[in-house]
């Protein structure tokens, strides 16, 4: 009985005046801290189709609206698909304009877009408006050749 009361005493004794330290393990800290970073999402505007209000102007410069409409779309979903094959960003998506509020807002419009010729003024920013591409010009041509190549049918 004496053994069992002092070993109680000194059990209960030094739970109290000994200050566990907890133990930390590193793996558990890595994973509880991943699940609480976020990663960056991306908008993509469609692309300004940079089209005239006066059709005669777009009909000098060989520009069909319905078809540069098109185009702004398709470019800024070929954007989004790039930025999705990276695999680095969270929801990267089209949207029809700059009001809506993600942490990045990619924007553009198409200066040239002929068949062989496409040029495109890029612009992007974070969600605090600061510019860290500021109106950078894209440029591609294709030549008379791909399109003579059946595997590049439609």
């Not at 558990?28 to 999402?41: E, F, H, M, Y």
């Amino acid at each position: 009985m004496i053994l069992r009361l002092f070993l109680t005493t000194v059990f209960l004794a030094s739970c109290a005046s000994t200050p566990s330290s907890p133990t930390v393990n590193i793996e558990n800290v890595k994973q509880n801290a991943s699940k609480l970073t976020r990663a960056i999402d991306v908008n993509v505007v469609e692309l300004d189709p940079n089209l005239s209000s006066d059709p005669a102007v777009n009909e000098q410069n060989g520009v069909w609206p319905e078809l540069r409409r098109a185009e702004s779309r398709l470019f800024a979903t070929n954007i989004k698909r790039s930025f999705d094959e990276l695999n680095r960003f969270g929801d990267v998506n089209v949207v029809p304009s700059s009001s809506m509020i993600t942490d990045i807002v990619i924007s553009g419009k198409i200066i040239t877009s002929n068949g062989e010729d496409l040029v495109l003024k890029i612009t992007a920013k974070d969600s605090s408006g600061s510019v860290f591409i500021r109106n950078k010009t894209y440029d591609h041509r294709t030549t008379e050749y791909f399109y003579r190549d059946l595997r590049n049918k439609g």
